[in-house]
């Protein structure tokens, strides 16, 4: 349950998160952001985000997790509603967009779906030098659809709040996405991730309608330890303490 899920305040304060240096942000929002270590399948919130596919019929990782803790009617639903309804020649979600629906048997109420760019086919191989995945995530020839692999990663928390706010959702739980199986690299994706949360709490009322964003970090993944250390160190510069 959310009340079990610390606020940055609170992780401050038990010294699990250390101030940064310093920040060019203010500090703000400490109660209304959270990092949690877990399985996002077991939050009981309003929203959910699934790392989905263009397909929305389930897939691996967390996508795969999601359907099955949802169970059967999960992929009716999105069969129903955007699947079947999708125009011939086009997918059921692009990347960068996002699909809602319910829980079904999960404890949160809603999955939000987001579809993140995926550079697993140009990283097949060894590890890209530096300069290379420099080049390849601004690159719109090399991602999907033509578009920059960063904005489209940047869509999917975008959208993704946008819709929460739009359903009158007040709380909801992003995994890291795009960072595993399409394997986006794990710094340049919490920038983009943190970023995009702490410019849209920033804007107009929407601190307002949102109560809580919960960052949630796979504790039993193959790089756990890599996720966590790099959003230990970049949530402090993004949200410092006051
Ligand atoms: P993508 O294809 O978008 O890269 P993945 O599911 O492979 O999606 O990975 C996205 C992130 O989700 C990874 O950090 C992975 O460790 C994490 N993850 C996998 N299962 C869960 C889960 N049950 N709860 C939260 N995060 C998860």
């Avoid at 999708?86 to 059921?92: D, E, L, R, T, W």
């Avoid at 993140?116 to 590890?127: D, F, V, Y």
């Avoid at 080049?135 to 991602?143: E, G, K, M, V």
């Avoid at 996405?177 to 702490?198: F, K, N, Q």
């Amino acid at each position: 349950p959310l009340a079990e899920v610390k606020t940055l305040r609170q992780l401050y304060e038990a010294g699990d998160l250390r101030a940064p240096a310093k920040s060019e942000y203010k500090p703000a929002f400490l109660d209304k952001v959270s990092l949690h270590l877990g399985d996002i399948t077991k939050l009981q919130v309003d929203a959910i985000v699934n790392a989905a596919n263009s397909g929305l019929q389930g897939g691996g990782g967390v996508d795969g997790s999601i359907h099955r803790a949802a169970g059967p009617g999960l992929k009716a639903e999105l069969r129903e509603k955007y699947v079947d309804t999708a125009k011939a020649g086009s997918v059921p979600c692009p990347t960068g967009e996002v699909r809602i629906s319910t829980g079904h048997e999960l404890p949160s109420k809603y999955v939000i779906h987001a579809v993140g760019p995926s550079l697993a086919w140009n990283l097949r191989g060894p590890p890209a030098e530096d300069t290379k995945l420099a080049t390849l995530l601004r690159d719109p020839t090399s991602a999907s659809e033509g578009k920059i692999p960063a904005a489209l990663l940047a869509s999917c928390y975008q959208n993704s709040l946008e819709v929460m706010v739009e359903n009158k959702l007040k709380h909801i739980a992003f995994p890291c996405i795009s960072t595993g199986i399409y394997g986006y690299p794990i710094v340049e994706a919490t920038e983009i991730a943190l970023h995009t949360i702490r410019t849209f709490l920033s804007a107009d009322d929407h601190a307002d309608k949102v109560e809580r964003v919960i960052f949630v970090l796979f504790d039993k993944g193959p790089d756990s330890e890599r996720d966590i250390a790099t959003y230990r160190k970049l949530l402090p510069h993004f949200f410092p303490q006051e």
